[in-house]
Nanobody
Framework: QVQLVESGGGLVQTGGSLRLSCAAS????????MAWYRQAPGKQRELVAG???????NYLDSVKGRFTISRDDAKNTVYLQMNSLKPEDTAVYYCNADSILYSSGGIYKRGFDYWGQGTQVTVSS
């Protein structure tokens, strides 16, 4: 009923920029906290940035000052603006929503822990 669909990944040179988007589909009334994670080959998935439904943000230390997370609740979308990219930022990036209130068949429902399909970000040196 509800899906997260990501876009915006790609190949960029060191120092370049990319903007990731993640849109939730379905009849959605509200989304709680949202976040971006990443997973590089051979490494564990790590939290890159998070944003609450009130707009508070937090970042992985290594991306502070370079990445900015934002959300547009009217579009049910979360963004990750990535500037000054480094080769070590290369990974598959996933968006996450911790809970979503939506309508299914005219009934309100709340689902938990939604993930996007992932989008590859590759930074060449």
């Amino acid at each position: 009923q509800v899906q997260l669909v990501e876009s915006g990944g790609g190949l960029v040179q060191t120092g370049g920029s990319l903007r990731l988007s993640c849109a939730a589909s379905g009849i959605i009334f509200s989304i709680n906290d949202m976040a971006w994670y990443r997973q590089a080959p051979g490494k564990q998935r790590e939290l890159v940035a998070g944003i609450t439904n009130g707009g508070s943000t937090n970042y992985l230390d290594s991306v502070k000052g370079r990445f900015t997370i934002s959300r547009d609740d009217a579009k049910n979308t979360v963004y990750l603006q990535m500037n000054s990219l480094k080769p070590e930022d290369t990974a598959v990036y996933y968006c996450n929503a911790d809970s979503i209130l939506y309508s299914s068949g005219g009934i309100y429902k709340r689902g938990f822990d939604y993930w996007g399909q992932g989008t590859q970000v590759t930074v060449s040196s």
